[in-house]
């Protein structure tokens, strides 16, 4: 049996790592990238981990003729689509850029999977559909909040169009949406990693580049909310981890595993930290200091949300393995990797 898939968005952080699990899980791997955001070095991190030459087709979703072809091209039999614009912040600025990147690209995935005989699609959602949640930790039935900016807005369409889709075509098409926590680390080869442009929106890029003394002071923002130590706690998952989690939905939806054509998991470790437990386990981990001082709050942040992943635990039998000190002793081994600190 074939097991084609289709990676959009796989030079990116969390696709190059999914596509090491996934080759050697044992599929047969196509990484498409516009390489926006992204570079194709990540590409080349993913053959040498994996010894293959996993094809790159530089494309972009958002071209319905471009990614036809690609179609024609290969037999897949799955997809697992990442390509997607992610700052939130940006998402403010620029909504229509985000809409299309988004949105379009989602929409044409999915007429082509329609178009070729193409069944299975794992989605890359977010722990932001929940907003700032009533109850914590929150499970997969937690009632979907306003999104507070056009990215989450964006995952909370995007799971609308995946749910109405399989409704209209419950024989063609089976989905599973993964919401994401916080994706950290990197590969323990130092490989592959999160490549941030400019300087870094989310903490841990911002905690390595510090200690690699590219930043001078990590700020904190917040230190006033409702936590024991005053700053905001999220629930951070490894990249591989969460890769593994890519294949446990693959082989599920393969497998005829599925117990309806939409399915949803929380992917994360089911543990909260605040963002000073996290530099303290930093520093920790590496025995590097991260000079640190708290500010405000940064607008649009919500103070806590960790996940409840016992639904992920038992049917996907899947579970985050990393600790939090081994992962983020692996972020920092591919940040002086990046910047030949030794
Ligand atoms: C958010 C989204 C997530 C999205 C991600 C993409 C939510 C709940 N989460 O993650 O879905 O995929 O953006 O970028 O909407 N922090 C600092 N100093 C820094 C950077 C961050 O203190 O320099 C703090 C933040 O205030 C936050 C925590 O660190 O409390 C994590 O921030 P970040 O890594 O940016 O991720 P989220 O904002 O949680």
Redesign the pocket.
């Known amino acids: 049996m074939k097991k084609s898939v289709l990676v959009t968005g796989g030079a990116g952080f969390i696709g190059s790592h999914t596509a090491v699990e996934l080759i050697e899980a044992g599929y047969d791997v196509v990484i498409a990238d516009n390489l926006s955001n992204s570079e194709a070095a990540a590409v080349e991190g993913v053959r040498k981990i994996t010894g293959t030459n996993v094809p790159l087709e530089v494309a972009d979703c958002c071209d319905r003729e471009a990614m036809d072809a690609l179609f024609r091209k290969y037999a897949f039999d799955s997809v697992i689509h990442f390509a997607a614009s992610?700052?939130?912040g940006e998402s403010v600025e620029k909504p229509l850029l985000y809409y299309r990147n988004n949105i379009l690209s989602l929409v044409n995935i999915l007429e082509l999977m329609l178009k070729h005989g193409v069944k299975n699609i794992v989605f890359s959602s977010?722990?932001?559909v929940y907003g700032e949640p009533d109850k914590l930790p929150v499970t997969e039935r937690t009632p979907r909040k306003k999104a507070n900016s056009p990215y989450?807005n964006t995952k909370q369409i995007a799971e609308d169009i995946l749910k109405d889709t399989t409704i209209a075509h419950p024989d063609a098409l089976r989905v599973i949406a993964l919401r994401?926590f916080?994706p950290i680390g990197a590969h323990p080869s130092a490989l592959i990693g999160e490549l941030p442009k400019g300087v870094p929106?989310?903490?841990?890029p911002?905690i390595t580049q510090t200690a690699a003394s590219l930043r001078e002071c990590?700020?904190?923002?917040?230190g006033d909310y409702d936590t024991p130590d005053g700053?905001?706690i999220?629930d951070y998952i490894d990249v591989t981890d969460l890769a593994k989690a890519h294949v446990a939905a693959m082989s599920r939806m393969r497998e005829g595993k599925s117990r309806s054509v939409y399915e949803i998991f929380n992917i994360g470790t089911g543990k909260g930290l605040s963002?000073l437990e996290l530099v303290d386990k930093f520093e920790r981990a590496t025995g590097v200091k991260v000079p640190h001082k708290i500010v405000g709050r940064?607008a649009g942040?919500?103070e806590k949300?960790w996940a409840d992943t016992s639904y992920a635990n038992r049917e996907l039998g899947w579970k985050a393995e990393k600790t939090t000190e081994e992962t983020l002793a692996s972020a920092w081994a591919w940040e002086k990797r990046l910047r030949s600190i030794e």
């Open positions: 992610k700052a939130v977010s722990c932001t989450g994401y916080n929106g989310n903490l841990v911002y990590l700020s904190i923002f917040g700053s905001a999220r963002v940064r942040d919500i949300i």
